[in-house]
């Protein structure tokens, strides 16, 4: 067993390994997170995409299959925008090439949406389930919600992307601050700034939010070997999140186009775009990315942009092209490499033991 100096997040979560699974929607189901449980980290799921009835049901897998182990469920916190007709007609029209090159009835688009914000039908679930950690991603729900999942017992968790967001989340009652630095894939967490011209690294955002917090830190960003992990660890981190480094891994619900995405992802070709789904993420630069450019004025605000798109991706990712749709990595994607999960893991924490010379 390794001799972790920083037990904060280990008793925080009751795990052995100071490494948290990022929940990533369409890449990672119970199997992942049973995986990573297995291998003596703490287990997510993403719950802002699929139904209650689904939520409940993985849960259920999950605690069958790693009795004990504490799981996590996470959660968006955005607040929905309603876009004028201008608006929904102006995005529509800068898909409209698309649309003709590919025989879409705009008429026939299908309703946008698929990502749900917390609200009191979850929270209910919550309550029922009693998972031991829920995090949220976009700030924290409202308070009256808030007060209900702190309730039920649960580590409360968030993200932050600057020093005050990381303030605002302490200073609403988080056990812990995920410090998601710019190189992280998928959503930026972002929600008290839009300025991604200004958004700090995994790097320079850790130990800041170390010395600003009382709270354990959690890094999150461009770690996806024992290398980044133990870096982390040095600048205060009381844990990392990995999320890329298992979008290959055999328990991975990762899409094809997604994987052959991630098989040329290199340190020079993700950006972060708002054209995919309204929101500032990170992922492998795509056709659509390319020519609409990466953050557009005209997107719809999220969840709404991705849904002109479905018939899109539709076209496309049966022949592995991922044209039109989210192929999220973060900065450190060519370090990837296909293996389970639970070996993932293993190389990962003995190489940051290794480098830290822990016994």
Partial sequence: MIAWTDRRALDLFAIEHPLLLAPMAGSGGSALAIAVAHAGGLGSLPCASISLQTIEAEVRLFRSTVP???????????????????????????????????????????????????????????????????SFHFGLPADALLDRVKATGAIVLASATTVIEGRWLESRGCDAVIAQGYEAGGHRGNFLTDDMATQPGVFALVPQLVDALKVPVIAAGGIVDGRGMAAALCLGASAVQL?????????????????????TARDDNTAVTNVLTGRPARGVVN????????????????????GPLTPLRAATEPDGLGDFQPLWS?????????????????????????????P
């Fill in 243 to 263: 999320g890329t480094a298992f979008l290959l891994s055999d328990e991975a619900t990762s899409v094809t186009a997604h994987r052959n995405a991630l098989r």
């Fill in 287 to 306: 056709r659509v990315m390319r020519e609409l450019g990466l953050l557009s004025e005209d997107a719809l605000p999220f969840p709404l942009a991705g």
């Fill in 68 to 134: 004990g182990s504490r799981i996590n469920l996470n959660f968006f916190a955005h607040t929905p925008a309603t876009p004028t007709t201008e608006d929904t007609q102006r995005w529509l029209g800068r898909l409209a090439p698309y649309f003709a090159e590919f025989g879409v009835d705009v008429a026939a688009l299908p309703a946008a949406g698929g990502r749900a914000p917390f609200d009191a039908q979850m929270c209910s679930l919550v309550e029922s389930l009693r998972p031991e950690v829920v």
């Fill in 330 to 358: 973060g900065q450190s994607g060519a370090l990837v490499r296909e293996a389970a999960a639970a070996q993932i893991v293993q190389d990962v924490v003995e190489q940051a033991a290794r480098l830290l010379r822990l």
